[in-house]
């Protein structure tokens, strides 16, 4: 069993930056594929990023290409999601996810992103 606590969300103003922390128990956090995921009202949630266990190239939803950063520090057992420029379009409760195989995967409760234009 993995739990998985999200922090770091609140509200900023447009072109304002944000990093959210995913602090995860366990001790084999390197084992875990992990993702930042979002859900603005009423539409579906969606990947934004995502990193696999030891790192490598991460990928990014294309509308946060080149806005935000997605890392991971496997000794913290924490993932990260810098988001730079930050738009409007962006406000939605953002999750972290972990992901090993197909059939295990735990979220997080979701923070929430609030971005004013």
């Known amino acids: 069993q993995v739990q998985l606590v999200e922090s770091g969300g609140g509200l900023v103003q447009a072109g304002g930056s944000l990093r959210l922390s995913c602090a995860a128990s366990?001790?084999?956090?390197?084992?875990?594929?992990m993702g930042w995921y979002r859900q603005a009202p009423g539409k579906e949630r969606e990947l934004v990023a995502s990193i696999a266990g030891t790192g490598g190239t991460p990928n990014y939803v294309d509308s946060v290409k080149d806005r935000f950063s997605i890392s991971r520090d496997n000794d913290k057992n924490t993932v990260y999601l810098q988001m730079n420029s930050l738009k409007p379009e962006d406000t939605a409760v953002y999750y972290c996810?972990?992901?090993?195989?197909?059939?295990?995967?735990?979220w997080g409760q979701g923070t929430q992103v609030n971005v004013s234009s």
């Open positions: 996810n972990a992901r090993r195989g197909v059939a295990t995967n735990y």
């Open positions: 366990g001790r084999t956090f390197s084992s875990y594929a």
